[in-house]
């Protein structure tokens, strides 16, 4: 090859180049002019999108001036026991007038978030069962003739307890045909919110494994939040509340002044067994040396002492196929077949078959062997 040839051929290469550079230019300008109307595209979008608070009261939910919410992370750290909680309650002495009227309650299915003015505080870990975190649903049942709740409960595989709760029965005899009933698809119980109350704490009262995840899920709740007088369903236990209300045959009255310091199918720790079990009936503290009394008209049937149990205890029977029982007694003044009037002293509160420190009655109702929430009564 000679020189005139190779001179050729470098013009040509030196060529090529600068046409590269001016393409290399044109394509940067490009990209800098997509990336600078995509910028344009977001400050535009961002400019004209609605703040986040009027998203919020659009959607319908409770807005924080009408409802304040405080959730998990804005209610602190203090953990409250699972027996005295954040629900005690005081009751007073019995009086005539304590009489069970007929209520009706319009249930809002407990999947839906509503607010009913005070607002209580939200949130705790999850414990999976059989009936797993989807929401409950409920189907409707009119009771057929020969039909009761035993038969019902049976054919739905749910616990008898568990009808109760939902359809709010304090009468399992006023189940007649022609009542529709609502069925849950699992076992449990409805429980009615209360100013204060947290999902963690409402877990850990019932049953220390439910975790406030799963009764979020349960409940088809969309966050922690929940609102006084919502009405929430509690897996696997049995308690209170719902759309008809079954007037008991037999008025019942608040057997002691003091307390609740236990509520109907709470966990607590057995004196008779020392294990975790769900309480039959409610505990009510109060003073040393004060009157336990006769909660309806009716005959003592059984008394006797468990060292490690109810201690001194009195059972009585009542018209409506009602039984109460009255444990950890001080003192007993009355002896079987002993016919009392509601009011009637049957003894004094005491911590006997328990270590409890504080004076302590345990009174249950049951109606042919179902047992009742005395909560339902007075």
């Given at each position: 090859?000679?020189r ?11 060529g ?8 290399n230019?044109?394509?940067i ?14 400050f ?39 027996v ?7 009751i007073s ?19 839906q ?13 999850a414990?999976?069962?059989s009936?797993?975190?989807?929401p ?34 304090t009468?399992i ?15 449990g ?19 220390p ?11 088809g709740?969309?966050?922690d ?17 719902s ?9 019942f ?38 009157p ?12 006797g002492f468990e ?42 509160m ?5 270590d409890?420190k ?21």
């Amino acid at each position: 090859m000679n020189r005139d040839d190779y001179d050729d051929s470098n013009h040509y290469h030196n060529g090529r180049s600068h046409s590269g550079r001016r393409v290399n230019g044109v394509t940067i300008g490009i990209i800098l002019t997509c990336i600078f109307a995509c910028v344009l595209a977001v400050f535009f979008w961002i400019r004209n999108s609605p703040p986040v608070a009027d998203a919020y009261q659009s959607s319908g939910l409770p807005s924080a001036s009408t409802a304040p919410v405080i959730s998990e992370e804005t209610a602190g750290t203090s953990v409250l026991s699972p027996v005295s909680a954040v629900l005690n309650q005081t009751i007073s002495a019995p009086t005539a007038s304590n009489q069970v009227s007929e209520t009706t309650t319009t249930q809002t299915p407990p999947n839906q978030n509503t607010s009913g003015g005070t607002t209580a505080r939200a949130l705790d870990a999850a414990r999976p069962t059989s009936s797993g975190t989807t929401p409950v649903q409920y189907s409707s049942h009119v009771v057929a003739e020969g039909e009761d709740l035993n038969s019902i409960a049976t054919q739905y595989g749910l616990r008898v307890q568990t009808l109760r709760s939902v359809n709010q029965i304090t009468n399992i005899l006023a189940v007649r045909p022609g009542i529709t009933l609502r069925i849950p698809d699992r076992d449990g119980q409805l429980y009615t919110v209360q100013s204060g109350d947290m999902l963690s704490t409402i877990a850990r009262r019932y049953n220390p494994e439910l975790g406030w995840e799963r009764l979020q899920a349960v409940n088809g709740l969309k966050d922690d939040k929940i609102y006084q007088n919502q009405q929430l369903f509690i897996p696997d236990i049995s308690t209170t509340v719902s759309p008809i209300t079954m007037i008991a045959a037999t008025s019942f009255t608040s057997p002691a002044t003091g307390t609740v310091s236990g509520f109907f199918g709470q966990m607590f720790t057995n004196p008779a067994t020392d294990r975790q079990e769900p309480l039959d009936g409610i505990l009510i503290t109060g003073k040393a040396g004060s009157p336990v009394v006769a909660s309806a008209d009716g005959v003592v049937v059984d008394m006797g002492f468990e060292r490690k149990g109810l201690g001194k205890f009195v059972i009585m029977t009542h018209a409506g196929e009602y039984k109460t029982t009255y444990g950890h007694l001080e003192d007993v003044e009355v002896q079987i077949e002993t016919t009392l009037a509601k009011g009637e002293s049957i003894g004094s509160m005491g911590t006997t078959g328990t270590d409890y420190k504080n004076p302590t009655l345990y009174f249950a109702i049951e109606q042919n062997d179902i047992a009742l929430n005395p909560a339902d009564f007075f």
